[in-house]
């Protein structure tokens, strides 16, 4: 990835660290990420710790410690990265879905 790409993903990963430990956990998505929108928490069948997990394993290494490292959050967008041609595009699509 370029250094531009690396750049946001880096800051969209220290937005999400709300404690800068260097990993992000279900306490670091509370207040975050909207849990109250998922259908599931809609029906009643995933409390809001269930749905935050859900989410979170989405970046998580296949070992799934509910931790997200800065690295496999890297990884995670660098699989992205390999499908979008533009710096600018990858950059502006990311910024916008962490509301940086």
């Given at each position: 990835?370029?250094?531009?790409?690396k750049e946001v993903?880096?800051?969209?990963f220290r937005?999400?660290?709300?404690?800068?430990?260097g990993?992000?956990t279900v306490?670091?998505?509370?207040?975050?990420?909207q849990?109250?929108?998922h259908?599931?928490?809609?029906?009643?069948?995933w409390?809001?710790?269930?749905?935050l997990?859900?989410f979170?394993?989405?970046?998580?290494?296949?070992e799934k410690?509910?931790?997200?490292?800065?690295?496999?959050?890297?990884d995670?967008?660098?699989?992205?990265?390999?499908s979008?041609?533009?710096?600018?595009?990858?950059?502006?699509?990311?910024?916008a879905?962490?509301?940086?």
């Amino acid at each position: 990835m370029s250094e531009a790409r690396k750049e946001v993903v880096g800051e969209a990963f220290r937005k999400l660290d709300k404690t800068g430990d260097g990993c992000v956990t279900v306490e670091d998505l509370q207040g975050v990420y909207q849990s109250q929108t998922h259908p599931k928490f809609k029906s009643g069948e995933w409390t809001e710790e269930e749905v935050l997990r859900f989410f979170l394993d989405s970046f998580d290494s296949p070992e799934k410690d509910g931790k997200v490292t800065a690295e496999e959050f890297l990884d995670y967008y660098s699989g992205i990265s390999a499908s979008i041609n533009s710096d600018e595009y990858f950059v502006d699509m990311v910024k916008a879905a962490w509301k940086l």
